[in-house]
């Protein structure tokens, strides 16, 4: 056993700490904060929200906690689209022409009033996507607002950002957002485009449209120019829509590999540039020199936070050998504490389901686990309540690198453990996928780190921490994980030609 894991004690039990295994009854700590809704929305297009017509459809964006519907949304067609890019097109000339200064002017603005309707924001993500109003408040809405910031000081040094060359916008982007982090993703999409003199339009994802229709509030509010960001909600089919649209200069596409594959081939039919930002199964791995405790708070951010929705999730830990059953004993300690439900309340560690679909896909990866032979743990008791779409955060052991739940993406609150006995073999494990977003290595030797970073392809590396952002970091995937980079100075690469 290592010193650090050594030195870590269990909980004692007393009369006022738990026992092994048990968890504290927190009273329930709803959010007070009410938002209004809306019964239909339409798009938001040259700066003004549609109104139906008779042959508008609509679908309605539920509550994935209770399974209510929120509000009706319009379901965009190929005509609301040309109208989009129609729009982006005649606001670019003039948007284009203001100096960096100026646009950078509006960004700030746009930062400031999310941060101000930061707690609107944040219940509203946690309702319509089912996230822990601590994960949406703490994490998603700040970066959203950070993202406008970084980029508004970035919009008047372009030229610094690209030294001897003469930065120009592409013109007008077709961006695509998956679900997962609603605002945080619309936020990395326009504010570098918008920074670069590009303008835009957006489509959210079908399960998660409301937070990108109140940033078009926003931009209301700010008096963002017409038609410089449009906003098209609707399903795969409006995606597909844009995707192919003949009026776009630039692709911008967040979400599946399957569906970036789509979009890669629709960007290169009409020779357009595309960055892709796809999926993973990234590996964490724990040496047996780490301190176990921290590392285990790891792995817990890394796949159960935002139920494991999360494109650069731990999927796969690794761990050596020698720690194995160490680090096994302490994550199911860690994990029978784990508060499983409501979104709205501050105690609630990990939420609901986004979806009834991607709860089935879940569940389907489940049992297959199960079939391959692998060993399901779900250390959490307690009930979820009864409507809505849960998951118990779990684990898996026995499992092989030919598994599919060590090989697939499942989206969801499930980890594959796995062990290791070396630093080589580690490597060669991790390596071993077709996707490359992020890996998180966990040592107390910086020689260590270095030459595993060096060595993992994968896109982001944390050491002894994981899922960290920040806007001047750029983010990004090697292989089937995407190509191109958002955020940081290398981001706005994406959104300029020279
Ligand atoms: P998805 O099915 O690929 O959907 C992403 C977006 O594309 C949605 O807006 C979707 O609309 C739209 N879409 C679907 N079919 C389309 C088509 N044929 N043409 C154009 N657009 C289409 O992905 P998802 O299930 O929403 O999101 C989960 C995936 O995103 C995971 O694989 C995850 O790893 C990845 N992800 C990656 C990152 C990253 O930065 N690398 C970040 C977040 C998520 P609908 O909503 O109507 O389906
Ligand atoms: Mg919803």
Redesign the pocket.
């Given at each position: 056993m290592n010193e650090h894991a050594s030195s870590q004690t269990e909980p004692k039990a007393d009369a006022r700490s738990l026992r092994f295994g048990e968890s504290w009854d927190y009273a329930p700590a709803p959010e007070s904060v009410k938002v209004e809704i809306a019964e239909k929305y339409g798009h938001y297009i040259n700066g003004k929200f549609t109104t139906p017509t008779k042959t508008t459809k609509f679908f309605g964006s539920i509550n994935p906690s209770n399974e209510k519907v929120l509000c009706k949304v319009t379901q965009g067609t190929k005509k609301d689209v040309d109208k989009a890019v129609d729009a982006a097109k005649s606001a670019l000339t003039g948007w284009k022409r203001l100096s960096g200064k100026e646009r950078g002017k509006y960004l700030y603005r746009i930062a400031r009033r999310i941060q101000e309707r930061a707690r609107e924001l944040a219940v509203l993500e946690s309702m319509d996507g089912g996230k822990p109003i601590r994960e949406s408040r703490d994490v998603d809405v700040p970066l959203a607002a950070q993202h406008f910031f970084y980029h508004a000081g970035w919009a008047d040094k372009l030229k610094y950002a690209f030294p001897n060359r003469d930065p120009q916008p592409v013109g007008v982007c077709g961006q695509?957002?998956?679900?997962?982090?609603p605002l945080l993703?619309a936020a990395?999409k326009i504010a570098p485009a918008l920074a670069c003199g590009n303008t835009v339009v957006l489509?959210?994802?079908?399960?998660?449209p409301l937070t990108a229709l109140r940033l078009a509030e926003i931009f209301d509010e700010c008096e963002l120019p017409a038609g410089v960001v449009n906003i098209v909600t609707?399903?795969?089919?409006?995606?597909?829509a844009?995707?192919e649209h003949k009026g776009l200069d630039k692709l911008a596409?967040?979400?599946?590999?399957?569906?970036?594959k789509?979009?890669a081939a629709?960007a290169a039919e009409r020779d357009i540039p595309c960055t892709l930002?796809?999926?993973?199964k990234s590996p964490n791995i724990i040496f047996d020199d780490a301190s176990i405790d921290q590392a285990i708070e790891g792995i817990i951010s890394g796949i159960y936070f935002n139920q494991g929705?999360?494109?650069?999730a731990g999927s796969r830990l690794f761990v050596q050998e020698s720690v194995l059953d160490e680090v096994i004993r302490r994550l199911e300690w860690r994990m029978k504490s784990l508060r499983v439900g409501d979104p709205l309340d501050k105690n609630t560690d990990v939420g609901a389901i986004n979806s009834k679909a991607?709860l089935a896909t879940i569940n389907r990866y489940l049992k297959i686990g199960s079939e391959e032979g692998a060993e399901v743990h779900v250390p959490g008791g307690g009930e979820v309540p009864a409507k809505g779409y849960w998951c118990r955060p779990c684990f898996f052991t026995g499992v092989q690198q030919s598994h599919q739940i060590a090989r697939e993406?499942i989206?969801g609150p499930v980890l594959a453990v796995m062990s290791f006995r070396t630093p080589e073999e580690a490597i060669q494990r991790a390596n071993n996928t077709p996707y490359g977003?992020s890996a998180g290595i966990w040592t107390d030797k910086g020689s260590k780190m270095f030459e595993l970073a060096g060595k993992l392809k994968a896109g982001v590396i944390w050491c002894n921490t994981f899922n960290r952002f920040d806007a001047a970091s750029p983010?990004?995937?090697y292989k089937e994980?995407?190509f191109g980079r958002?955020g940081g100075m290398q981001g706005l690469r994406g959104y300029v030609k020279f």
């Open positions: 695509i957002i998956p679900w997962n982090f993703m990395w489509k959210p994802a079908e399960t998660t609707g399903d795969g089919a409006t995606g597909q844009l995707a596409f967040t979400g599946s590999t399957s569906v970036g789509k979009i629709a930002e796809l999926g993973g929705h999360v494109c650069c991607q993406e989206f977003l983010f990004g995937g994980s995407g958002e």
